[in-house]
């Protein structure tokens, strides 16, 4: 079977997170790949059950601390710190142990970090909280990405798309279980120890079942930095503009509710819940989307939703609108960043330098989303900060074009 460009895409990607080309193909039968098909499906549900439980209690986490919108801004740029200088290390530690045990180490390392920020009694600690938290977030996310991808390479079938709606899927029942504790009025960090001891030991079952693929003895370390072609740009940018709304979206829509609209702690924890649940089902649909459409009209679309639900965000007088713009908009964003990987796969002669140009770029929106909204909520107010979502959010109806590559019709 010849390679297709969307599997050179995906393998170029394992090779910008560090994991393509360092493991011997083959050596699995049919019933091992479906059964590691499954596993790291359930570890990426796991990895985002830890997200979606930290999101909804981050009113509490605020109150505890005592902090004001801006300097809760600041702390919530530190988890996008954290993973973007941790990353380049999970290459070298799934090079040196193996991707199993690594996987392993990695997301368990994540799932016990969930407890650090609800225990930080000012902001100097949360922010130090958040720095771990953000780099076991983001070696474990390189390390189930390259699984997912050496895993869909065997089995011959797409996944990749499937295994991030399971992550949208598992931020749903984190949200979900944080909304329920949020309503009770429970201690975060009662909720926070038991949901990570639980995910924790789901974690370490799971990875029972995963690939185990290793390194040949020669084979030199991955490296640890690529800097973005000039091909990645644009791409990378329309990938900036959606992470930035999600990340924006994710932290802060609890935060609007609670705060603009006065709402009781479960009623604005129940607003993520809305986001991540449009999230995973746009996530799941996806593929079916731009096999039918293509990868432009798709994007154009989504961007044309997620401006809508944005707009419907500022423009919002009761909670019901605001819960609605929030879903609105992760319906319309969930498709884009995996359509800026598959993009840069197809952008030059170097794809995987693309892809971590890509990488890196997204990364940067992850990073200054929350302190940007922060920033700006000090300035004028958290409606102004989403109105600066908003604009970003139609820079996807207006990059929509430089994806046309990223489907088989534009």
């Not at 994540?110 to 922010?127: G, K, M």
């Not at 890196?360 to 700006?376: E, H």
Request: proline fraction near 4%; glycine fraction near 14%.
């Amino acid at each position: 079977m010849s390679e297709t460009a969307g599997e050179r895409a995906t393998g170029a990607a394992v090779a910008a997170a560090g994991g393509a080309g360092a493991v011997p193909s083959g050596g699995f039968d049919r019933g091992a790949v479906r059964r590691a098909r499954w596993a790291i499906a359930a570890v990426f549900c796991v990895h985002g059950s830890v997200a979606g439980s930290f999101a909804t209690r981050v009113p509490w986490i605020k109150d505890h601390a005592d902090l004001g919108a801006g300097q809760l801004g600041l702390a919530l740029a530190f988890p996008a710190l954290g993973a973007a200088l941790a990353m380049p290390l999970a290459g070298r530690i799934s090079h040196r142990l193996g991707s199993r045990t690594a996987l392993r180490l990695l997301l368990a390392g994540w799932t016990l970090a969930l407890v650090l920020p609800s225990l930080a009694p000012n902001l100097a600690v949360l922010c130090l909280a958040l720095f771990v938290y953000g780099a076991c977030s983001g070696m474990s996310d390189v390390a189930m990405n390259a699984l997912g991808v050496e895993t869909e390479n065997r089995w011959g079938k797409s996944i990749m798309s499937g295994l991030h709606g399971m992550w949208s899927t598992g931020a749903l029942l984190g949200s979900a279980a944080g909304t329920l504790a949020a309503h009770l009025g429970s201690d975060a960090r009662l909720h926070h120890l038991v949901t990570a001891l639980v995910l924790t030991a789901a974690g370490l079952v799971l990875c029972r079942w995963v690939l185990d693929l290793r390194s040949e003895e020669d084979e030199p370390a991955p490296p640890r930095f690529a800097l973005p072609p000039r091909s990645a740009l644009l791409i990378g940018a329309v990938g900036f503009c959606a992470v930035f709304a999600e990340g924006a979206s994710l932290d802060w829509s609890a935060v609007f509710l609670h705060g603009e609209l006065d709402t009781s702690a479960g009623i604005a924890a129940a607003s993520t819940t809305a986001f991540t649940a449009t999230m995973a089902l746009a996530r799941f649909a996806g593929d079916g989307l731009v096999d039918r459409f293509g990868a432009k009209r798709v994007v154009r679309v989504g961007g044309v939703m997620a401006t809508a639900g944005g707009l419907l965000v500022v423009l919002a007088g009761n909670p019901v609108a605001a819960m609605g713009g929030f879903a609105l908009m992760g319906l319309g964003i969930a498709v884009v960043v995996p359509l800026c990987f598959a993009a840069a796969g197809r952008s030059g002669p170097n794809p995987s330098q693309a892809i971590a140009g890509v990488a890196t770029i997204t990364y940067t929106a992850g990073l200054i989303a929350p302190s940007a909204i922060g920033v700006v909520a000090d300035a004028t107010s958290l409606v102004g900060s989403f109105v600066l979502v908003t604009v970003l959010a139609f820079g996807l109806v207006a990059g929509a074009n430089v994806l046309r590559a990223a489907g088989r019709k534009g």
